[in-house]
C-alpha cells in the first residue's frame, strides 16, 4: 500500500494522526493510505507558500526562469507516464489506455504550453494621452493559489491549475480528492524530483472537504482558489471564499446535450456520442448525457446507441483494450443507480441497461433511456455515471428548449451537415463550450469553462494563466510642471 505524505515546504511531511485510504475499484483491495490534514496541517503549507511568495522571489522571477521550470516538471512527468497511468487505473478505475492518451500525456503537453505562457505575459500602454504621460497596466501574479483537484482526472485537471499558476508566477497548495490522493501526489513527486521548484512553491495536502477543504478556502493566507467539482461544494466554496474577498474560479458539473438533425453523417455521430456518453463510466462533466434527436431519426439513433453501447469493452482498467471500467466508488455507483430508479419512476423506459440485478461490483454497463419527461430530474441533472437519455425534438425551436432546459451551461454538441443550421444552433446553445460533427476534442491553447451552474472563470489558454494575475495600472508622468500646480496657484497670466 502506498504512504501518502504531505508535502510542504519543499519536504515530505510523515503523519500519525487521522488518516484515510483509497482503494481499488476493480479489485477492493486498499491502494494507499493518506492523512486527513488539519488547520495546522493547511497553515503550515500556506506559510510555506506565503513565504516563497514574499521573500523567495518566485513572483519577481523571469518568465524565462518559470518556463524553464514547467520545462523540466514536463520531462520529467513525461518519463513516469506509463506508471502514472497504471496507478490511475488502480485508484479510479479509469482504463489505463485513456489515462495515457488522455490524462498524462495530456498532461505534459499542458505544461508545455504554460512553459511558453510564463513568457508571454504582456501589459498594455494607452497611446491615447499626451507623449509625456505614461499609462499603463502591469500583470503580477495573483498570490498564494489553493487548487482543488478531483478525482476524475487526478493528474490532468491538477496540471491545467498547477502549470497555469506557475507560469503567472503565483505559490501553490494543492489539495488532492479523498478518492485519488496517490494518483495527485504522483505529479508532486514529478515536481519534487524535478528539481525546478524553490521550496514552498509547490505543496500538497491530503483530506477530505472537512476539515481540509474547509480550512483551505477559510485560510486568510489564500488570495485565490480554484475548484473542480460538484455545483453545490463549488456555491459553497464561493460563499466561504466571499467573507474575505478572496478570488475564485469554479469548473462544476454540466448536462451534455448533443443536438442531432436530419442530415446528421449518422455513422459518425452514434459512434463519438457512444464514446462521448460512456467512456470511462461517463465520469466526466463534459460526458454526453442528452441526445436531442430529430423525431425523424429517433428510432434510429435508439438503435445505433443501443448496438454500440453493447460493444464497448469494458473490464480491468489495466487492460490496454478496455475503455470503460468501473465506477470509481460505491458513493458514485449507487448515486447512478439511484438516477436509474429515478428516470424509470418518472416515465422513462431503458433500452439497455436499467438497474442492475448484481450491484455486487463497481461495474456499472451503459443505461439508455427513452420516454421520459424533457424536465425530468434525470433529465435535467447532473448524474455523473453512465446514463444517457434520448428526447425527440419536431424542429429547431423544440430542440434547443429542450437542450436549454437546465440549469448547467457548461458543454454542448451539434450534428448537422448544413454548416448554416449547424453555426445557427451552436450560437442559440447556451453553453459555453461546443462541438459540431465531434466529441472530446480539447486543447490546451483554447479557453474552456461554463456557465450558470457549471461555474465561472476559465481554464486553459492565456485565459487560464490570466485567472491567477493581478493587474496593476501604473502611471508616470514626465512633464516639468506639475498638471495640479493652476489649482494651488491660479492659472497663470
Known amino acids: 500500500m502506498i504512504e501518502v505524505k504531505n508535502y510542504i515546504d519543499g519536504q515530505w511531511v510523515g503523519f500519525d494522526g487521522p488518516s484515510f485510504e483509497s482503494f481499488n475499484p476493480t479489485t477492493g483491495a486498499k491502494v494507499a493510505r493518506a492523512p486527513v490534514s488539519d488547520a495546522a496541517a493547511v497553515a503550515a503549507s500556506v506559510a510555506a507558500a506565503r513565504r516563497a511568495f514574499n521573500e523567495g522571489g518566485w513572483r519577481w522571477t523571469k ?33 489505463v489506455r485513456v489515462n495515457m492518451a488522455r490524462e498524462v500525456e495530456g498532461a505534459v503537453d499542458k505544461l508545455r504550453y504554460f512553459a511558453g505562457a510564463a513568457r508571454f505575459l504582456e501589459g498594455s500602454v494607452t497611446g491615447s494621452t499626451v507623449p509625456e504621460i505614461w499609462d499603463m497596466v502591469l500583470p503580477e501574479p ?21 502549470g497555469a499558476a506557475l507560469a503567472a508566477g503565483c505559490t501553490a497548495i494543492v489539495k488532492s480528492s479523498e478518492i485519488t490522493p496517490a494518483s ?22 491530503s483530506g477530505p472537504g472537512q476539515p481540509t477543504g474547509d480550512a483551505l478556502v477559510d485560510h486568510p493566507g489564500v488570495d485565490k482558489i480554484s475548484f473542480t467539482g460538484s455545483t453545490a461544494t463549488g456555491m459553497r466554496i464561493m460563499e466561504r471564499a466571499a467573507r474575505r474577498l478572496a478570488k475564485v474560479s469554479l469548473e462544476c458539473g454540466g448536462k451534455f446535450p448533443a443536438i442531432i438533425t436530419e442530415d446528421a453523417d449518422l455513422e459518425r455521430c452514434l459512434d463519438a456520442v457512444t464514446y462521448g456518453a460512456f467512456m470511462y463510466g461517463g465520469q466526466s462533466c463534459t460526458a454526453c448525457t442528452r441526445l436531442v434527436v430529430d423525431r425523424r431519426l429517433h428510432d434510429r439513433v ?13 473490464g480491468d482498467p489495466l487492460d490496454p483494450t478496455m475503455l470503460v ?20 419512476a418518472e416515465g422513462a423506459r431503458a433500452v ?29 441533472e447532473e448524474v455523473f455515471g453512465p446514463v444517457l437519455v434520448i428526447h425527440p425534438f419536431a424542429d429547431e425551436a423544440q430542440a434547443l428548449a429542450i437542450a436549454n432546459n437546465t440549469p448547467y451551461g457548461l458543454g454542448g454538441s451539434v450534428w448537422s451537415q448544413d454548416i448554416n443550421r449547424a453555426l445557427r444552433l451552436a450560437r442559440r446553445l447556451d453553453v459555453a463550450d461546443v462541438w459540431i460533427n465531434t466529441h472530446y476534442i480539447r486543447h490546451v491553447e483554447t479557453s474552456f469553462g461554463g456557465r450558470h451552474h457549471s461555474g465561472l472563470g476559465r481554464e486553459l489558454g ?15 508622468d514626465t512633464r516639468s510642471e506639475f498638471h495640479l500646480k493652476n489649482w494651488f496657484e491660479g492659472p497663470s497670466k
Not at 498564494?144 to 491549475?161: E, M, Q, S, T
Not at 435508439?302 to 469494458?314: A, D, F, T, W
Not at 449507487?334 to 438516477?339: E, H, L, R, T
Open 462 to 476: 492565456m485565459a487560464g494563466v490570466e485567472e491567477y494575475l493581478s493587474w496593476k495600472r501604473l502611471c508616470i
Open 352 to 380: 439497455i441497461g436499467g438497474v442492475p440485478a448484481d450491484q455486487s461490483s463497481l461495474f456499472l454497463p451503459p443505461t439508455v433511456l427513452v420516454g421520459g419527461p424533457v424536465d425530468g430530474r434525470v433529465a435535467r
Open 142 to 162: 495573483a498570490g498564494v493559489a489553493a487548487l482543488i483537484i478531483p478525482w476524475n482526472d487526478p493528474v490532468d485537471l491538477a496540471v491545467r491549475k498547477l
Open 325 to 344: 471500467g468501473p465506477m470509481a466508488s460505491r458513493k458514485q455507483y449507487d448515486k447512478a443507480v439511484s438516477y436509474i430508479r429515478l428516470g424509470i
Open 63 to 95: 518568465g524565462s526562469v518559470r518556463a524553464a521550470a514547467l520545462l523540466k516538471l514536463a520531462d520529467m512527468l513525461e518519463s513516469r507516464s506509463a506508471p502514472i497511468s497504471e496507478l490511475i487505473a488502480r485508484e479510479m478505475g479509469k482504463p
Open 184 to 205: 495527485t501526489a504522483a505529479l508532486i513527486e514529478a515536481v519534487h524530483d524535478s528539481g525546478a521548484f524553490p521550496p514552498g512553491v509547490v505543496n500538497l495536502l
Open 302 to 314: 435508439v438503435e445505433g446507441i443501443v448496438e454500440r453501447s453493447r460493444k464497448l469493452p469494458m
